[in-house]
């Protein structure tokens, strides 16, 4: 329990530990200021910190080193989140890199390095994954461009060998901005941080922003200006989707549309095998409510 004598409101210090509790699923300690960036609510930082400091006198929920602040007992991912850090700065000179490459592809928008849940936190021995918007009904020509340059460049990732191979498994088009469709209720929670770690490296006449907005990363109004359409390029559109279709294997075949990380249309392609989305969920939801426990 928190020591009776301190003035907490309740409500804030939940919603501090939140981030802290869900970052330690991936070995991420958070700075004050990450902290402050993560929340929805409008506090002041000063607050935050002298939240923290609280915490950290008069609790045993969480400890601070070198200014950053994790769950009791976690101090060794401080050391794992300055190593991961230099890890990162070569993966993204090779994701900007090959983001160069694929915006020769007129209807490639957007390329964002993803699944980076904390900045710069990316694994040594993992491959890079990326995010891209296409043009509307140019997904499955963008995809073959994309797919195939990494392939010819022998930078796919094979069971045998991840490490800074080009992963290229999430592709939305421009008329299906908002991806809260493609998350359950209750991953919410992980659709929420994952929004928030993408890196766009590469963003073509600012749609960056209006997919931030749609899904309420940003405020403002959205301006729909979809690209042209021609009749040659949706005839090679839906040539290029049925060659995936025919060569793509077996085990993505039979999970399209049937497994929570696979979903295939014309305007979304998800292709997430191994989706641990609803382990983190659950894994987050229990470790929070057990620090809840202790702190009502």
């Known amino acids: 329990m928190l020591n009776d004598q301190i003035n ?27 902290i402050w960036n993560y929340l929805e609510k409008n506090i002041a930082l000063e607050k935050i910190y002298f939240i923290l400091e609280q915490l950290v006198a008069s609790s045993n929920l969480i400890n601070e080193k070198n200014g950053f602040y994790f769950l009791v007992g976690r101090e060794e991912i401080v050391t794992i989140r300055q190593k991961r850090y230099n890890y990162s700065c070569t993966k993204i000179k090779i994701a900007k890199k090959f983001s160069y490459l694929f915006s020769l592809m007129p209807f490639v928008k957007v390329v964002a390095v993803a699944n980076f849940i904390g900045d710069h936190n990316l694994k040594e021995e993992g491959d890079i994954d990326f995010f891209i918007i296409t043009a509307s009904r140019r997904i499955w020509l963008s995809r073959l461009f994309c797919t195939g340059l990494a392939k010819l460049l022998n930078r796919r990732p094979t069971a045998q060998k991840k490490k800074d191979r080009i992963c290229l498994s999430f592709y939305v088009s421009e008329d299906h901005l908002n991806i809260f469709d493609l998350a359950s209720f209750d991953q919410t929670i992980y659709l929420y ?104």
């Open 193 to 296: 941080y994952y929004l928030r770690g993408l890196m766009p490296i590469y963003n073509q006449n600012n749609i960056y922003s209006r997919f931030l907005i749609v899904n309420h990363v940003l405020s403002g109004n959205v301006v729909t200006d979809y690209s042209r359409h021609w009749l040659m390029i949706d005839w090679l559109e839906i040539l290029a989707k049925n060659f995936q279709l025919k060569i793509m294997p077996l085990n993505l075949r039979q999970a399209i549309n049937n497994s929570e990380g696979v979903y295939v249309s014309d305007s979304v392609l998800k292709f997430h095998l191994n989706d641990k989305r609803r382990y983190f969920t659950e894994k987050f939801n229990y470790n929070f409510n057990a620090i809840l426990q202790k702190i009502n």
């Open 8 to 34: 907490y409101d309740i409500d804030l210090v939940k919603a501090i530990l939140g981030p802290i509790v869900f970052f330690d699923l991936f070995e991420y300690p958070l700075t004050a200021f990450e």
